[in-house]
């Protein structure tokens, strides 16, 4: 059986969920079709093959020049109308959130959503995803045909399993859709989404001023672009940072690599969006703080005299 | 402007989560339940709407147990007109089960603006309201987080990675509100004591099963027991050391 791996493109590039979507489908057995809806050819969809897709399948249209909702949804379902799938897998990320049920709904089911982990079981599958803030996880069954389903991002890390992969290009009938992007207000070039991002600095109260963020973004800088700048609600709420910063219940679920969380006390809804980070650190000068019982490493004290050492050393790492 | 709101009742996220004697739900016993944080901007949004508009209706549907009526009163103490309460004891395990009776009840009205909160807290679904808006053949926008509406023409923001997409879209529609949209207000002792007048509609409702079985619910894996590495800047050297040799992430 075939799964169905929905790529995701932004300006004519592939984006890095892809590569997971592709992994995890990969993980299901049988064979792997990718399939992403772009204007044209796609800059590094050649390279699934490296991820085990079989196939990358391109549905080309004008419309696709930014995301168009339903004019995806339409091609997508039609697709997987014809091409009778056991799974088709999303990425959880805003558009796959946005994207995902659309097609569900299309195909008659409903979606198994924010996956960190999925395994076939008989003829359906068994998926497992965090619920109630994280402290608890939900394993279910889904016995829908097909399985839809979305990953959470940076949970199935890329592993290369090369395939002599083949591509097509289909030009796609689709209508144009009342929904549709204007424009994308993109963030300041060099930014990086916290929700896309490998290591993730975040900053709490324990800043005391928006302004002292600055060295939070110096040590983001030292580690060479790999690196954005989280917030608590806290200081989102008290409008030191942008929301789109936010990591917690009301922001963004992130799990990078390395979470460093500075000045945080750990508040079940902050806990709620990074406690699935692969490697926490904390620095904190309330050795009671909540925030050392989920951290891998814990550093107590002034985090004005931590930072900036930990900046330096960094620095020196990446000479 | 004929406004339906759909919310639900979720526990409060700082509820202790203890697993029921079936290891595969919440043991409610304790537990406070609120209205899900998501669906008061989504409440919020509904009665400016109603405000600038100067007239309307604002209904809250809710599809929960009976004791969700606690929940209805909340939006109806913010502000809201009426309830309905499609009344079962368990919400559905595959969300499209309970978009279906949604939509149902939906169906028998027009309405000019349906909003959803983008994710439930509970249960972290963020697709009711899009499947909501596929049953129903209308337009959706998602993770709302700024609104401009004009006659039968709206324009929405909505976060995405690395920036903020513009979004037009026509009226009807279906939209899931992002936190940023508004500032929910707290409902006033005035409006708690009208909330008790207003009506309230139960309708006994009775989900399907679909295709989404629970397994099991489990307490996450228990991350393994950290380090204090130690005080103050002198530590650092130990925590890259660490971070370098032992947790392998630089």
């Known amino acids: ?319 | 402007m004929k406004i339906a709101v759909c919310i639900k009742r979720v526990p409060d996220s700082e509820t202790r989560v203890k697993i029921a004697a079936d290891g595969k739900s919440l043991d409610a016993a304790g537990v406070k339940f609120v209205l899900n944080p998501y669906d008061e901007f989504a409440v919020e949004e509904a009665l400016r709407r109603k405000e600038t508009a100067g007239a309307g209706e604002v209904a809250v549907i809710c599809l929960g147990p009976a004791a969700a009526q606690e929940t209805i009163r909340t939006a109806l103490a913010m502000g809201a007109d009426r309830g309905v309460l499609l009344q079962a004891d368990k919400i559905p395990a595959d969300p499209f089960e309970t978009a279906k009776v949604i939509a149902a009840e939906l169906n028998s009205t027009s309405w000019d603006l349906i909003l959803f909160g983008r994710m439930a807290i509970d249960d972290y679904n963020t697709q009711v309201g899009t499947l909501v808006a596929e049953l129903l053949g209308l337009p959706c926008v998602t993770a709302v987080s700024h609104l401009d509406l004009e006659g039968t023409k709206g324009v929405a923001e909505r976060e995405i990675e690395g920036g903020i997409e513009v979004v037009d879209f026509p009226l009807p529609a279906v939209l899931t509100t992002d936190k940023g949209l508004n500032e929910p207000r707290y409902p006033a002792l005035k409006g708690i004591m009208a909330a008790k007048k207003k009506p309230l509609e139960v309708k006994p409702v009775q989900p399907g099963v679909g295709a989404l079985e629970v397994a099991a619910l489990t307490p996450p894996p228990e991350r393994k027991e950290g380090k204090i590495v130690g005080e103050g800047a002198g530590a650092v050297g130990e925590l890259v050391r660490l971070l370098r040799e032992e947790a392998k992430v630089l």
């Open chain 1, 1 to 319: 059986m075939t799964t169905l791996a929905v790529l995701e493109q932004r300006d004519g590039t592939l984006r890095k969920i892809s590569h997971e979507v592709v992994t995890a489908a990969q993980r299901l057995g049988g064979a792997v079709e990718a399939v992403v809806c772009a204007t044209g050819p796609v800059q590094g969809a050649d390279q699934l093959g490296k991820f085990g897709a079989d196939k990358v399948v391109t549905l080309t249209n004008p419309a696709f020049a930014r995301y168009a909702p339903e004019a995806c949804a339409q091609a997508l379902a039609e697709r997987a109308k014809q091409g009778g799938y056991r799974t088709i897998v999303f990425g959880a990320t805003a558009t796959g959130k946005d994207l995902a049920p659309r097609v569900a709904a299309q195909l008659g089911v409903g979606v198994a959503e924010d996956l960190t982990d999925l395994a076939a079981d008989g003829g359906g599958l068994v998926v497992t995803r965090p619920v109630y803030a994280g402290k608890a996880l939900l394993k279910v069954k889904v016995a829908a045909q097909p399985a839809v389903v979305s990953l959470r991002p940076n949970v199935f890390t890329p592993v290369e399993r090369p395939k002599a992969g083949t591509a097509e290009t289909v030009a796609v009938n689709v209508a144009a859709g009342r929904v549709t992007v204007r424009e994308i207000k993109a963030a300041p070039a060099g930014t990086l989404d916290v929700a896309e991002a490998q290591i993730i600095i975040s900053g709490g109260r324990g800043l005391k001023e928006p302004a002292n963020f600055k060295v939070l973004e110096e040590l983001a800088r030292a580690f060479g672009g790999q690196a954005a700048v989280g917030a608590s609600r806290a200081v989102v709420d008290a409008g030191w940072r942008a929301h789109a910063d936010q990591v917690g219940q009301t922001g963004k679920t992130v799990s990078p690599s390395l979470y460093i969380a500075v000045g945080i006390s750990g508040a079940i809804q902050h806990l709620a969006g990074m406690r699935t980070s692969k490697v926490i650190v904390a620095i904190n000068k309330d050795k009671d703080a909540p925030i050392f019982k989920v951290a891998d490493y814990g550093v107590v004290g002034d985090l004005f005299e931590i930072v900036p050492k930990l900046t330096e050393e960094i620095r020196k790492l990446h000479g």
